[in-house]
């Protein structure tokens, strides 16, 4: 498999699903068979209601977060960037190219499947120490 085809594949899914409001039955096959298990994961996170998009007022920055079972990640799509322990040493290692957080990220954006939360711009930097102090 090529270096970039997961998330060119992911995205053209997404962008499909976009267009279609859901996944086919089809998409989740094909999701199912690129990324296995982080797909279920992705799909339960989803399920759950787990992403959430936080926008900071009056700045109208924006930071995603997947809420997990022992603490939260914090995500920057932009960047393909998770701060996740699968993404630090699987991602980085170049064998996987997407966390399942990511993967989650994505289908929320373009479905609109994410609980929107508003902050005010003072939280924002007591929220960012908190959401990246466990990163590795
Ligand atoms: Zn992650």
Known sequence: MGENSEIETLNAICR??????KLSGKNLTDLYELFGQR??????????NRVKKYTFKPSGRTVWIVVGRERDYLLMPEAEFCTCDDF???????????????IAQKFARNLGWFETIEETDELYASLMEEWKKATP
């Open 16 to 21: 499909e699903a976009k267009a279609q409001g």
């Open 39 to 48: 797909f279920t994961k992705a799909l339960d996170a989803l399920k759950e």
């Open 88 to 102: 630090y040493f699987r991602v980085l290692d170049r064998k996987v190219h997407l966390c399942y957080h990511l």
